[in-house]
């Protein structure tokens, strides 16, 4: 055999072990297991992992917006029955920073304690005034939080009603933004503070939240099954709520909202237990998404989140009575907020009935101004863009005991919306685009031997067609030779035929 032979033989010997091996490799789907197998088991809640510090110590910055609802005309809406009107005033934005406190394994480290802390500085370049020196008129909340709270009772309606005469406490208030987050000592909730130890003089829709915590929770790490990473187990020592009125109200699911496990698929639901709204929502997906050069996936909440319960007979656990079920797009949350007839909504009512926002003049909902929303890079879990929105509403109506109220029809009343909202950093997009680029060429390592297998396929296909021309040459350079003379001489080899000019003697 010659040594051209033994190269075409070697040759194809190669691509045909390229060739099967990484077809057979790609019909597997080995080196795609392999990889998610180990994404499965770095991406788990425990010390030394790859995602444990930054679980504790987000680097993204996080901020929150503040919008309120500043009411124009008070007077005609209470003594005339005018539509009420408001203007939006904001965003007053603050730096949220965030990070997991008093961490600690538990369970022989099958799961985590945290308390999730938070703490926030005012950014006045962000911001469309001075919190300390912006007022906004807005309901009276303490004042209808107490009204609320008595109007069972004919004598200490009554006895509330005479205490907010004479304090001058009326069913509206002026307040700076400030107070109206931080925290302001109310006159009414003063005079009732004394004889009910509950009840506390200082009233804020932020108080005592800065620099706080929301309880301890209790988290899967991942270890035993992916699906579980970041799911919460229990809230302040408890696996299920005791706020509404079925089981499946009351459960807990889903994670804090802070992380997701990796490898999502496009048709999961995501589910997220806020303590904000005391309940679990669920999220699914909407779109693809890129941000910084990171592909993700959309996950929103639908309409059926927040739907009555004729829309989604699902929600009739949140009606605490059948009168408290106000209608598609609310969710009264008054029975973890002491009673107050608090309702708690998506921005300028966005997904509710159109009654809610018609109500007041005003509001005017759009899905890219106040939709929240989630985007995931579905290979890690990792959040690169969220925006968190929800508003904050009171529920007026006529309360027995209280002559104040009594031209009121029942208005869900917006007081202030939020919008919390994180982008990935460049140094976490850069770690992630690392990782994402270490699983592309692992999970794709088949496709390069199959490549290259098709190249040697092609080397070989050369050198067969070089051998074939060279082998045609050879063969043409043997079917033919010269004739020598004394060929030509020989009888026996055709006749020689001379011409002889005329005339010629020896003709």
Known sequence: MTRRSCAICLVGLICAVLLVSGIGLILGHVFRTVMHNRLKKEIVLVEGSRVFESWKTPPPPVYMEFFFFNVTNVD???????????????????????????????????????????????????????????????VNIPAWAVMNKVKGSFFKSSMVSIWMNSLGSGLFTTRTVDELLWGYEDPLLARIAPSNPDVEKVFGLMYKKNGSNDGEFVYHTGEQNYLDY????????????????????????????????????K????????????????????KDVEVKGIPAYRF????????SKEENPANEGFCVTPQ??????????SPCRKGAPVVASFPHFYLGEDKFAAAIGGMSPKREHHQTFLDLNPTTGVIVRANKRAQVNILMS???GFPKTRGLNETVFPVMFLNE??????????????????????????????????????????LLVRAHKQKTSNDE?????????????????????GLTPKGDPQA
Request: aromatic share 8%; proline share 5%; net charge neutral.
């Open 76 to 138: 005609a809406f209470l003594r005339e029955g005018a539509k009420p009107v408001v203007n939006q005033v904001g965003p007053y934005a603050y730096r949220e920073y965030r990070y997991k406190d008093n961490v600690s394994m538990v369970e022989d480290g099958k799961k985590v304690s945290a308390y999730n802390t938070k703490s926030f500085v005012f950014l006045r370049e962000k911001s469309v005034g001075d919190p300390a020196v912006d007022n906004i008129t807005t």
């Open 230 to 265: 970041g799911r919460v187990e229990t809230w302040k020592g408890q696996s299920q709520l005791s706020f509404w009125t079925s089981n499946q109200s009351n459960s807990i699911n889903g994670s804090d909202g802070s992380a997701f496990h990796p490898l999502l698929e």
């Open 267 to 286: 048709n999961e639901r995501i589910y997220i237990f806020t303590p904000d709204l005391c309940r679990s929502i669920h999220m699914e997906f909407e």
């Open 300 to 307: 929103t909440p639908p309409r059926s989140v927040l739907a």
């Open 324 to 333: 408290e079920c106000l209608g598609t797009g609310l969710l009264k949350v």
């Open 398 to 400: 006529r309360v027995s």
């Open 421 to 462: 909202n994180v982008v990935i950093d460049d140094a976490s997009a850069a770690r992630v685009h690392k990782l994402l680029l270490i699983v592309t060429v692992v999970s794709n390592f088949p496709l390069i031997i199959v490549g290259l297998g098709a190249i040697m396929l092609l080397v070989l296909i050369i």
């Open 477 to 497: 350079d043997t079917s033919y030779s010269p004739v020598s003379d004394k060929e030509k001489d020989d009888p026996q080899n055709g006749t020689y035929i």
